[in-house]
């Protein structure tokens, strides 16, 4: 049996460098499983790499995709059986743009049955992201006030969605007014369009002149380098993401004050954690999802996984809703 993978060999546009291969799903290891995919959503973490952004990290040749859901289909020496046929999302293996993933089967997280694989696919990167920056990386609470960029992405929707449950106050950036509405409803306290105002001005004035405690950058070089100036004296920025696919030159950008940046690598948090840890995680993500307190994207549309270059086109195209990449 041959199974569809999609890998690159050079750094590029998707479109000149993702090829379809076929090959034989690998049988696991000692300790392995054996994951038959079922859908994954395009995040521009899974796309940036692709055109080189991160090279320095990325050992080629790859294959792009850092989420996804699917079934247990084989499992190695060493790995309860009553793990096969249960759906889960394999942490820590291949990319999972391919038909057949295999992952260590202590990062296997099973999912609820009462969440679709619509919502499971997506509970990964953005939602724990944003969770262990709110809990532990930045420790917000009431009284706080968040900033953040690139807000009508599916992470800002979610520290939106987080701000009344851990308390702190939002300040969503975003580059247009069509998201506006949504976010306030999802919880942002203020939606500002940094094309149109003055952020720094804007943000000064509903902080009573203090400056936002922290604020997360997704987009990178000179919006990144604004949100310094839109943070108290001694806060904290986090680097998340690289929309921009321009590095923001930090050095510069703190040069003169008591500002912190920080990178986040939430694999790298994984990795260094305990199964319990990132199991508490996934299960306190989880039962915001299942109590309605915390929506993941709508869908836009979906494609098979060896059209992932319109997918990849259509995910930029600004469509509306997350594309899903299936497997049948």
């Not at 546009?13 to 038959?36: C, D, H, M, Q």
């Not at 993933?101 to 919502?119: G, L, R, S």
């Not at 400056?211 to 604004?226: Q, V």
Request: proline fraction near 6%; aromatic fraction near 6%; glycine fraction near 10%.
């Amino acid at each position: 049996m041959e199974a569809n993978v999609i890998r690159y060999y050079r750094f590029g546009e998707p479109g000149e460098v993702l090829r379809i291969e076929k090959k034989s799903p690998l049988l696991p290891g000692p300790g392995e499983l054996s994951v038959k995919m079922r859908a994954r959503p395009i995040n521009p973490s899974d796309v940036i790499p692709i055109r080189g952004a991160y090279a320095h990290r990325i050992a080629l040749p790859a294959v792009p995709g850092y989420e996804g859901v699917g079934v247990v289909e084989a499992v190695g020496p060493g790995v309860p059986k009553q793990m096969l046929g249960m759906r889960v999302l394999p942490l820590q293996g291949d990319g999972t743009w391919q038909d057949y993933v295999t992952a260590p089967a202590k990062f296997a997280v099973p999912v609820p049955e009462d969440i679709d694989d619509d919502t499971a696919c997506q509970l990964y990167i953005n939602p724990v992201t944003a969770w262990l920056i709110c809990r532990s990386a930045l420790r917000l609470t009431h009284g706080d006030v968040l900033v953040v960029n690139a807000a009508g992405s599916a992470i800002g929707r979610i520290f939106a969605q987080l701000s009344p449950i851990f308390g702190y106050r939002m300040i969503a950036l975003t580059r247009s007014e069509r998201h506006t509405s949504e976010l306030q409803r999802l919880g942002a306290a203020y939606v500002f369009n940094a094309a149109e105002v003055s952020v720094r001005d804007r943000i000064l004035e509903v902080t009573a002149g203090q400056g936002a405690t922290a604020a997360i950058d997704s987009i990178g070089g000179p919006e990144g380098d604004k949100l310094v100036r839109c943070v108290k004296t001694d806060g904290t920025i986090l680097s998340i993401g690289l929309l921009s696919g321009i590095p923001a030159v930090w050095h510069e950008a703190v040069r003169g004050t008591q500002v912190q940046v920080l990178p986040f690598y939430l694999r790298q948090w994984v990795r260094n954690s305990s199964q319990e840890e990132w199991e508490a995680v996934f299960e306190q993500v989880s039962g915001l999802v299942r109590e309605k307190k915390l929506e993941m994207m709508k869908i836009g549309t979906k494609f098979e996984l060896t059209d992932a270059i319109s997918a990849i086109r259509a995910a930029e195209s600004g469509i509306h809703g997350k594309v899903l990449l299936l497997s049948p």
